[in-house]
Structures are given as structure tokens and as C-alpha cells.
């Protein structure tokens, strides 16, 4: 019994067809072995984008909250930073944020200008609320002796404009006698989606926060 050959035309049709076969079965792998890489880029893009977002927020609100420190408008700095925090979402601002307003003014001593602390207020409700609590970078209240936190979230003790008022940590040189200004603080922390994954090769997602900052003088 003679064995039967395939056509030439029929065994070129079988060859493409396996080689058509195993480039698909290949791709397939390819791209199970990028797919998690490509997930990863993409939340790092978000998470990213998210930072952003936050910071955003934390310049906008600081810059109202100069805003309306600065204009004597007649609300307390307390009901400033309320009304602040309530135009924050998405972010928690209650349990993830804090805000400081600190007054500050130019005084010349010995033909030098000091920056002098007049008040700070801290946000209470965020205080009282979350276990974030960051410490001003301008000053902090209770670093100086005989001064400490209020009730309602002033900074008790300190003393009249003059040599023995704290210095502040902000406009360094750069105020003239008797200029004041207000710097708005603003915290935020940030709970990162990924943090810091080895995607192999030495590199690694970014890590984004935890703590965001913004300071706004105006």
C-alpha cells in the first residue's frame, strides 16, 4: 500500500499554519510576562496624578487662607481654616491634614531686621481629630519658654512685640521695619497605592509623599 504525500500548495499551508501557531503561543507568553509591568506604570501614573491632586489642593487652600488672614474680613483664624479644610475633598483632610496661620512682622534691631512672631494658630478640629500631627516649620509654638497651645487652638504666652519675641523661620532678610505678613502652613498625609516595588533591573516604582507640604506667605 503506497503512503500519500501532501501537495506542495498543502504541506506550505500546514507550515504556515504551525508557524502562525507558535507566534500566537509566543505572544501569549510575552504577554503575561509584561502585563504585571504594564499594570504597575499604570498605577504609578495614578498614584502619581493623585500627589499632584493633593498638592494642588494644599497651595489653593493656602493661598485663600492668606487671602483672608491678611483682610481682616472679620472671621476668626479658627473659622478660616474650617471653612478651608471644607473645600478640601477628596482629600481627608480631618484625619490625614493640618493647617498653621502665623502672624509675622519685620522689627529692626541694632540695624538689623528680625522676623518676630506675633500669633499662630493651629487647625483644632484636625488636631483634635487625627494622630497626624506635624509640628510648623515657620515655628513652633512651645518651642519658646511660657508658651503653649490654647483651647482653641492659639499659641498662649507669647510676649509683646519686641527682643524677647521667637523668631520666625520664614521672609529671613527680606521684610522691612514694622511689615507684617502671614504664612499659611498646610500638611497633608498621603497614602501612597504602591510605594516603593521592584520591577527588576534595579528600578523601582516611585514613592510618593507621605507627607506633602505647602507654605504660602501673604
Same mark, same amino acid.
Given at each position: 500500500?503506497?503512503s500519500?504525500?501532501l501537495?506542495p500548495?498543502?504541506?506550505?499551508?500546514?507550515?504556515?499554519?504551525d508557524?502562525?501557531?507558535?507566534?500566537?503561543?509566543?505572544?501569549?507568553?510575552?504577554?503575561a510576562?509584561?502585563?504585571?509591568m504594564?499594570?504597575?506604570?499604570?498605577?504609578? /501614573?495614578?498614584?502619581i496624578?493623585?500627589?499632584?491632586?493633593?498638592?494642588?489642593?494644599?497651595?489653593?487652600?493656602?493661598?485663600?487662607?492668606?487671602?483672608?488672614a491678611s483682610?481682616s474680613?472679620g $472671621?476668626?483664624?479658627?473659622?478660616i481654616?474650617?471653612s478651608?479644610?471644607?473645600t478640601?475633598?477628596?482629600?481627608?483632610?480631618?484625619?490625614?491634614?493640618?493647617?498653621?496661620?502665623?502672624?509675622?512682622?519685620?522689627?529692626?534691631?541694632?540695624? /538689623?531686621?528680625?522676623?518676630?512672631?506675633?500669633?499662630? $494658630?493651629?487647625w483644632?478640629?484636625?488636631?483634635?481629630?487625627?494622630?497626624?500631627?506635624?509640628?510648623?516649620?515657620?515655628?513652633?509654638?512651645?518651642?519658646s519658654?511660657?508658651?503653649?497651645?490654647?483651647?482653641?487652638?492659639?499659641c498662649?504666652?507669647l =510676649?509683646? =512685640?519686641g527682643?524677647?519675641?521667637p523668631?520666625?523661620?520664614?521672609m529671613?532678610?527680606?521684610?522691612?521695619?514694622?511689615?507684617?505678613?502671614?504664612?499659611?502652613?498646610?500638611? $497633608?498625609?498621603?497614602?501612597?497605592?504602591?510605594?516603593?516595588i521592584?520591577?527588576?533591573g534595579?528600578?523601582m516604582t =516611585?514613592l510618593?509623599? =507621605?507627607?506633602?507640604y505647602?507654605?504660602?506667605?501673604f
Amino acid at each position: 500500500m503506497r503512503s500519500r504525500s501532501l501537495p506542495p500548495c498543502a504541506m506550505r499551508r500546514s507550515e504556515r499554519s504551525d508557524t502562525r501557531k507558535r507566534r500566537h503561543g509566543g505572544a501569549i507568553v510575552e504577554f503575561a510576562i509584561i502585563l504585571p509591568m504594564i499594570l504597575l506604570m499604570a498605577l504609578s /501614573v495614578f498614584d502619581i496624578a493623585r500627589a499632584i491632586q493633593a498638592n494642588m489642593i494644599l497651595v489653593s487652600i493656602g493661598r485663600e487662607g492668606g487671602s483672608l488672614a491678611s483682610r481682616s474680613s472679620g $472671621y476668626s483664624y479658627t473659622q478660616i481654616m474650617d471653612s478651608l479644610a471644607a473645600t478640601t475633598p477628596p482629600l481627608e483632610m480631618n484625619t490625614q491634614g493640618m493647617i498653621y496661620i502665623t502672624r509675622i512682622m519685620g522689627r529692626a534691631e541694632s540695624g /538689623v531686621i528680625r522676623n518676630i512672631i506675633l500669633e499662630q $494658630y493651629r487647625w483644632q478640629q484636625g488636631w483634635n481629630q487625627s494622630q497626624y500631627t506635624p509640628l510648623s516649620n515657620v515655628w513652633s509654638c512651645g518651642a519658646s519658654g511660657g508658651t503653649s497651645w490654647a483651647s482653641d487652638g492659639s499659641c498662649a504666652g507669647l =510676649p509683646s =512685640p519686641g527682643a524677647t519675641s521667637p523668631t520666625a523661620n520664614a521672609m529671613t532678610g527680606m521684610l522691612k521695619d514694622g511689615e507684617v505678613i502671614f504664612a499659611v502652613e498646610t500638611y $497633608y498625609r498621603y497614602q501612597s497605592l504602591l510605594g516603593n516595588i521592584g520591577v527588576g533591573g534595579g528600578l523601582m516604582t =516611585p514613592l510618593v509623599g =507621605p507627607n506633602l507640604y505647602a507654605l504660602t506667605i501673604f
